[in-house]
């Protein structure tokens, strides 16, 4: 007489599949990204950042500099505008790290960890979820810029462009933010070492000032910066409604950091929680 022996199935084992499809992938990422939805309603002061920074940055960098650099604040307005824009939201990136940080601290993620869902789609969802933060910011940035007198000449297109264009930059930015977030072991390390990484980045580029009256030096850089190119390319498509190569090579670019970004940033996470 042969006895057969057959190893039990742990119940839990059977529940957790064992290949995450990619339309669960994105179901786990939308519902992740409500999550984070619900965080900010819960939590409207996290929105201080995105509805604050633009009207004040708005007005004191235009009627500071606008006379001396432009001749006069109307004629500054097309300048600025696109810089404020991109300098907010791309500032506003930085709270996706701390708050992940902040939550990896909390044991959040550890939770999330043991559920059967795509590993991606913690970190995912949350920067999805910042998108929102990233529209209001841009929304603001327009109203104020049309109250002083700002008036694109590319139109509801090319405004409408110009702001899917930055918030797609901006969450792949937020990539970065989110490795850093992933890695560091503080919440206020990630975001003093975002903070010195991006100023020098947003205002050593042509965010504000034209780059021909940089030093020679200073203008290679300048020319090359990443944010130069999305600022050339939101002030094309605001106010000119023209689509040209540097809108190309922000999307590119934008398409490469999460490309490379992202399983970095998943691994990561893996190997920390």
């Not at 090319?158 to 890695?183: K, N, P, R, T």
């Not at 975002?194 to 300048?222: E, G, I, R, Y």
């Amino acid at each position: 007489m042969t006895t057969t022996l057959t190893t039990p199935q742990s119940p839990v084992t059977d529940l957790v599949p064992r290949r995450i499809s990619l339309e669960q992938s994105f179901a786990n990422t939308f519902t992740m990204a409500y999550r984070g939805i619900l965080k900010i309603k819960h939590n409207p002061e996290q929105l201080f950042d995105v509805v604050i920074q633009p009207i004040i940055f708005t007005l004191m960098f235009t009627y500071i500099f606008g006379g001396a650099i432009a001749g006069d604040v109307t004629a500054y307005l097309p300048t600025i505008i696109p810089g404020i824009l991109v300098q907010t939201v791309i500032t506003g990136s930085i709270v996706t790290g701390t708050q992940l940080r902040e939550d990896m601290d909390k044991g959040v993620f550890d939770r999330f960890k043991s559920l059967p869902i795509a590993r991606i789609a913690p970190l995912s969802g949350a920067l999805l979820a910042d998108v929102v933060r990233y529209g209001i910011a841009t929304t603001i940035t327009f109203i104020v810029g049309f109250a002083m007198g700002y008036r694109p000449a590319g139109g509801a297109v090319g405004i409408l462009s110009a702001a899917i264009l930055v918030m797609v930059c901006a969450f792949s930015i937020s990539w970065i933010f989110a490795l850093m977030g992933v890695m560091m072991n503080k919440a206020s390390t990630v975001q003093g070492v975002s903070m010195l990484v991006l100023f020098p980045l947003t205002f050593l580029s042509n965010a504000f000032v034209d780059p021909a009256t940089m030093p020679s030096w200073l203008q290679k850089f300048v020319n090359a910066n990443p944010v130069s190119h999305l600022v050339t390319a939101v002030r094309e498509l605001a106010n000119d409604g023209h689509f040209g190569i540097h809108v190309v090579w922000s999307l590119v670019g934008a398409a490469v950091i999460v490309a490379v970004m992202a399983p970095l940033t998943v691994r990561m996470y893996m190997r920390k929680t």
